[in-house]
């Protein structure tokens, strides 16, 4: 079983819709949750981090953390071809933990 | 520029030959990452520095990689006599010791190795 799970995609969606891209993990003892957008051939940016159990709203960017269900969500609305990209999520395996594991990232695609 | 720097961003060297690349972090932060990714996969990390402390290794990072950050600064990370395996993006990231912040890692362009 992988660590962080994404599902590849691609995700393809109408401009102005929301996109919804989900991550799991495994490891019940992670503290930290990470989205991160890269475009082809770039490195990853950070968009959106969250701590703690609920929502963490961002502008078009809501980060949703269940913990009971190792479930980490990003919500983006009003989607724009800009954010095609791949989405990468990341955990912090244990508290304070030094190193960010990631999953193999979910493909966005908004189309015009 | 304040974000994290990497130099080279472009590396072709043929097999047997040594690397180093080179990463200046965000000048506040203390800590340091690097990371590999390859094509349709996600970073994967290598080492981890705390000031000029290398504190962890991750079990990929095998005895021809070896990582400096002498002075708490910039770091390097050499890969001696290079495989076809070795190919692929090298990320630097640095993130500011704070507490949770601590992990909230920026990552600079990357050094894309290609070995022939």
């Known amino acids: 079983q992988k660590e962080v799970e994404q599902n590849s995609g691609p995700l393809s969606v109408p401009e102005g819709a929301i996109a919804s891209l989900n991550c799991t993990y495994s490891d019940r003892g992670s503290q930290s949750f990470f989205w991160y957008r890269q475009y082809s051939g770039k490195s990853p940016e950070l968009i959106m981090f969250i701590y703690s159990n609920g929502d963490k709203e961002d502008g078009r960017f809501t980060a949703q953390l269940n913990k009971a269900s190792q479930y980490v969500s990003l919500l983006i609305r009003d989607s724009q071809p800009s954010d095609s990209a791949t989405y990468l999520c990341a955990v912090t395996p244990m508290e304070y933990g030094n190193k960010l594991v990631f999953g193999a990232g979910t493909i966005l695609r908004v189309k015009s | 520029d304040t974000g994290v720097s990497q130099n080279p961003r472009h590396k072709i060297t043929k097999r047997g030959q040594n690397v180093t690349f080179r990463c200046d972090p965000i000048s506040e932060h203390n800590r340091l990452y690097w990371y590999r990714q390859t094509l349709g996969q996600g970073p994967e990390f290598l080492t981890y520095?705390?000031?000029?402390?290398?504190?962890?290794k991750s079990r990929l990072l095998s005895d021809r990689f070896s990582a400096e950050r002498p002075k708490g600064s910039f770091s390097t990370l050499e890969i001696q006599r290079t495989e076809q395996g070795d190919s692929a993006m090298y990320l630097c990231?640095?993130?500011?010791?704070?507490?949770?912040?601590?992990?909230?890692?920026?990552f600079g362009p990357g050094t894309r190795l290609t070995v022939t």
């Open positions: 990231a640095s993130s500011l010791g704070l507490r949770q912040s601590a992990h909230e890692q920026y």
């Open positions: 520095f705390q000031n000029e402390a290398q504190l962890e």
